[in-house]
């Protein structure tokens, strides 16, 4: 006779064992409809398993986070049953749930086409439609390394090999498909529903190793309702209209070839959109106490030993051998050299909190297939900034740092910040007590600035804790870019130290600060939030001067110069061509600001002003026109 708790505070009891449907059931035909599993303990179940004791039970529906969760996973596995359906050759390998839907990756020699995608999601709505049962079976390791070896499925037998002998290994089966599975899954296929659809293919190395066999992954969304899936193939069509890479071509900005993969070709107006967004950090962080440095790039092998980052990091690091013996290494992270300028001469308390900055340069190695435009890159600047201060301070700098970095985004158009709290990570250096007084040191800070936030765990970096800051765009997608970490271990590690009141040597605490994160991905953001609109104060090229006739060209060059002279990004445009392909030229380019001058415009010492979105212009005189724009330009920056 077992008794559930809910999570209400609510108690049910049972004459008999008792499953999560039959408790959904209970409760409400409209819950046991939309319940997908259960957490029974704090554990999550299927919807379909036997509770024989006293329990807190959880029931998790399609909507919630967790739901769509599964609801996602169990698309995967409908995607690996229609494909071993149609292609018995192929081989299924993993498919798990992602942001926004998942995936699956599959060995075949044949590529797959759209039509294929076209084939499979067809399929999968047909074994939908069966509402085949999915059941959980227990079974032994070598067990279930036979069987998948007896039918070809030679990569699954891998994963299980690789699974450790204490662990208990389910398989779950639906129809005559079988997959190796933690689950919890949905209690049949009926239950996913249709507000799913596959989107592309793409190739990933198995185990993300460019060692190993190249594999062909393919891509889905799935939603718990046909609204939600409509809505988000929309925010598809709007993200590809968007995509910072076709808008780079248009902007003239920036471009990417195989010679260097993962590092950007800068255009001159891309490179002074990047000076551009530099220089303003560089007023903020001046402005808020900062002093900015430089380190250099490559640093002896045995700087990284001593920071931890060889022994957590070294996979990602770009490393030479020299003549002389010695291993060098292309910094990944700025840390390390800010901590060598802080240890210069003697610091003592009253010095701190010493605040350093700087736009570093660093280099990581990331596999060929996660790289991603100037979203993904292996050569990226960081506004990399650390405040050593002490263990008293770390509550009003972190405020300080809030303040600071939701200001700059909202200069930047980002009013819709998420923050989270990410504690340890499983890879970690210094002991569980240091990392304590981190977390707690972080948690006291956050809550002090009385922002809302939730949590990320296990998502910290390796050497602290950390506050992630999610930025929402225009069309609703979120991107991790700024990031505050508490840290107890690297200072220590690497000999930091100041004199405290009491005339003994301390150890500072460390404050990693980024707020662009990367300069290349945050510029990527920026112009897929503004659809390439850039705001006028930031855009590369803030005016186009376009003449109607050739005899006013020396006008327009006249005003060219004119703005220039007040710092205004200004161009002139003489070519012999029509005023309307002018225009259309430069709009498509996503000039903020055309002004058109004729013959009439020299006599009246006018401009006819379009802005960039409107069809309508604005004819005012020369000087009223550029009084606007400057003012413009001068509130922001």
């Not at 013996?325 to 060598?340: E, F």
């Not at 802005?611 to 003012?631: C, H, M, P």
Request: charged residues 30%.
């Amino acid at each position: 006779m077992p008794k559930i708790n809910l999570p209400d505070g609510s108690l049910r009891q049972f004459d008999n064992p008792v499953s999560g449907l039959d408790i959904a059931a209970d409760i409400g035909n409209k819950l046991a409809r939309d319940a997908v599993a259960i957490r029974v303990n704090g554990d999550l179940w299927d919807l379909t398993r036997t509770i024989e004791t006293d329990a807190t039970v959880e029931i998790i529906t399609r909507e919630s986070e967790q739901g769509l969760e599964l609801l996602r996973h169990d698309a995967a596995h409908v995607l690996a049953e229609a494909v071993k359906e149609l292609y018995p050759d192929t081989q299924v390998t993993i498919g798990p749930a992602i942001d926004n839907g998942f995936y699956y990756d599959f060995a075949r020699e044949q590529p797959f086409t759209p039509e294929d995608l076209e084939h499979i999601e067809a399929r999968m709505q047909e074994i939908v439609d069966r509402d085949e049962a999915i059941t959980r079976e227990v079974w032994q390791r070598n067990e279930a390394v036979a069987f998948f070896r007896d039918i070809g499925e030679e990569y699954k037998a891998q994963i299980i090999e690789d699974i450790p002998e204490n662990e208990t290994l389910t398989i779950y089966r639906q129809g005559k498909f079988a997959d190796l599975c933690r689950g919890p899954h949905l209690p049949s296929t009926g239950r996913l529903g249709k507000s799913f659809k596959l989107t592309r293919v793409s190739g990933a190395y198995w185990r993300g190793d460019s060692k190993n066999a190249m594999l062909q992954r393919i891509y889905g969304t799935a939603w718990a309702h046909d609204k939600q899936l409509r809505l988000h193939l929309r925010q598809l069509e709007e993200a590809e209209k968007r995509d910072h890479r076709r808008l780079a071509k248009q902007m003239d900005l920036f471009h990417f070839q195989e010679e260097a993969p993962g590092a950007v070709f800068w255009h001159a107006k891309g490179w002074k959109l990047f000076q551009n967004l530099i220089n303003y950090m560089r007023d903020r962080q001046k402005n808020a106490g900062y002093e900015e440095v430089n380190t250099p790039e490559v640093m002896d092998r045995s700087l990284w030993e001593a920071s931890g980052h060889w022994e957590s990091f070294s996979q990602h690091m770009y490393t030479t051998n020299t003549e002389d013996g010695r291993i060098y290494a292309l910094k990944p992270m700025n840390c390390p050299g800010h901590v060598q300028v802080f240890k210069q001469g003697i610091t003592s308390y009253r010095d701190l909190p010493k605040r350093i900055a700087e736009f570093g340069k660093v280099h990581r190695y990331e596999p060929s297939g996660a790289l991603h435009g100037m979203l993904r890159v292996r050569a990226f600047t960081q506004d990399d900034a650390h405040i050593f201060c002490s263990a008293d301070q770390i509550t009003s700098e972190s405020i300080a740092v809030c303040d600071l970095l939701l200001a700059i985004y909202r200069d930047f158009g980002f009013d819709n910040v998420l923050i989270k709290f990410a504690d340890r990570p499983k890879i970690r250096v210094g002991d569980d007590k240091v990392w304590d007084d981190a977390e707690a040191a972080l948690k006291k800070a956050i809550e002090s600035t009385g922002l809302e936030y939730s949590y990320n765990p296990g998502e910290g970096a390796f050497y602290g804790p950390k506050l992630e800051f999610v930025l929402r765009d225009a069309i609703g997608r979120d991107w991790q870019c700024g990031t505050l970490q508490v840290d107890l271990n690297l200072p220590g590690r690497l000999g930091a130290s100041y004199i405290g009141e009491d005339g003994q040597k301390h150890t500072p605490v460390m404050l990693h600060r980024a707020i662009f994160g990367s300069l290349e991905r945050f510029t990527a953001i920026l112009i897929e939030h503004h659809a390439g609109n850039l705001p006028l104060w930031l855009s590369p090229t803030q005016v186009v001067v376009t003449t109607i006739t050739s005899e006013a060209d020396d006008y327009a060059e006249d005003l060219v110069r004119r703005m220039r002279a007040l710092g205004i990004s200004a161009e002139s445009d003489i070519r012999n061509e029509k005023i309307s392909y002018k225009v259309r030229e430069h709009s498509v380019a996503k000039i903020p600001v055309i002004m058109a001058v004729g013959q009439r415009e020299i006599e009246e010492q006018t401009v006819a002003v379009r802005r960039l979105g409107s069809k309508q212009q604005q004819v005012v005189t020369a000087d009223a026109a550029i009084e606007i724009l400057l003012g413009e330009i001068n509130k922001r920056t």
